[in-house]
């Protein structure tokens, strides 16, 4: 390292955001009828599916009613192209007390990790209903804008879908929180107000309080408020396709890796009664060991080897404070350690040493031990777990550290009974995400599941008693490294 050395990862979270897309509505309307026109006698089901997560959210429209299949539509937010415009950072901008998504001098960019750290917090749950309503007024602006003719005419059911970790999702705690916040963010984006500052965000949460407890809600503020498995909402793209095969094992691992989380689920999915599918989920871990805290665990191996052999770096030892306070990095994670400061090079006495070996080692801990290998402790036998289906999913995965779980099956803890089958979520073909490429679709998977799924069991398994193996069994077919 020299005194030229320079940071070359994004640190600063702007006080101005990106342009969103603008419209003349300013999606305050929950229904679509122009104004003085009586109220339409035919009735129609539309469900938001949003996927609220720790850098972006993402937000897709589903109506069951149109076509075959029933048809779902991605919100864009942005202008521009491909995946892009249909992510929005999960950036929450405040100027005099008035919330926006697009301005402000303060800047809160950790909504969602600090509700879940703090959820008693008052000032998070605010911040994330203020967030939410801002949401869901931009996307009704555009559905009302760009699906007028379909919605005019009729009244619109709506259902507001939000996804939760697998885990969180078994927490009665966190999903009541959750459909709280949810109902609160609906009552505020209807409202008359125009902007939204701390005295109607309280006001709205106390709303949604009286609504939980039982009171009639008024016109603007009937929304069934549904939340759902992330995981569950993931795998229906597949399993309400033609691919999906009923009388198969249908037994899935998921693992959909954040910015803040890695979430990790095997289970099982069947047909339930009605349109509804019911879900047994044998392991279900979720960890922190998402994208941005291997940023911030490389930046901490990077402080301590500067305090120690280069303490006259001060003003890089106040770049790496800075940058451990920021969720997301728009511009994209460095690749290695070695790439975080220009003019340097770095060498471990050992491969193991390596700090992103140490973090790898335990997502794959994770993963191929607590996730894959733990279901077979009463839960499937060999034959259950030999290729069974994994989708390797979300934003993270495609760093170059979570690839290397494809090659899970060349692991030296694995036994050979041991299998893992990579596959590819496909796009479905009652998407309208236009310019999404097929490479994208996971990114939007959660969004798209959560506005069309009907849950109806979601339980986790009793494991089965289980026999003793054999003596002659090698003590290493029974275990992984962990």
Known sequence: MQSSSKP?????????????????????????????????????????????????????????????????????????IGLASYLLPCRLYQHNDVFS?????????????????????????????????LVIRQARAWLFTQHASVYQSSKIIWRLSVGLPSESHFSSREATL???????????????????????VASALKRARELQEGQAPISHEDVEVSVVPEIAAQIYGYVASEQFDRDAPNDFMMVDVGAGT?????????????????????????????TINLHRHRLDWWASAIQKDYSELGDLISAIADGKKVSDIQAGLP?????????????FTKPADHVDAIFYQKVFSQVCHYGYWQAFNGHLTRDDLKNLPVYLCGGGSRHTLYQK??????????????????????????????????????????????????????????????????????????????
Not at 439 to 458: I, N, P, T
Not at 471 to 477: F, I, L, M, T
Request: aromatic fraction near 12%.
């Open 335 to 347: 690749g290695r350690l070695e790439d975080y400061f220009t003019d340097t090079k770095i060498s």
């Open 178 to 200: 959750f459909e709280l916040l949810g109902t609160a963010a609906w009552i505020l984006a209807g409202s008359k107000t125009k902007t939204f500052d701390t005295p109607n």
């Open 405 to 482: 779980l494809k090659q899970a099956n060349d692991h030296p803890s694995f036994c050979s009974w041991m299998k893992l089958d990579f596959r590819v979520l496909n796009i479905p073909s009652n998407l309208d995400a236009p310019s999404l490429s097929h490479q994208e679709f996971d990114r939007l998977s959660v969004a798209y599941g959560l506005s069309f799924l009907e849950v109806g069991k979601v339980v986790k398994a009793i494991p089965h008693p289980k026999k003793l193996p054999d003596s002659s069994e090698p003590w290493r077919d029974n275990y992984i490294d962990k």
């Open 8 to 80: 070359v990862w994004g640190n600063g979270v702007d006080t101005k955001a990106p342009p969103l897309l603008t419209y003349e509505l300013t999606g305050q309307d929950v229904q679509c009828w122009p104004q003085g026109k009586s109220t339409p006698t035919a009735e129609r089901d539309l469900v938001l599916g949003l996927d609220f997560g720790t850098s972006t959210v993402k937000a897709v429209f589903g109506d069951s009613s149109l076509g075959r299949d029933g048809l779902s539509f991605a919100v864009p937010f942005r202008k521009d």
């Open 262 to 290: 890695v979430d990790v689920s095997l289970f099982h999915v069947k047909p339930g009664r009605g349109r509804k599918w019911d879900f047994e989920f044998y392991t279900t871990v979720v960890e922190p060991y998402g």
């Open 101 to 133: 998504l697009n301005r402000g001098g303060k800047v809160y960019s950790d909504l969602k990790l600090e509700l879940l750290t703090n959820a008693e917090s008052v000032e998070c749950q605010q911040r994330v209903v203020a967030f939410i309503a």
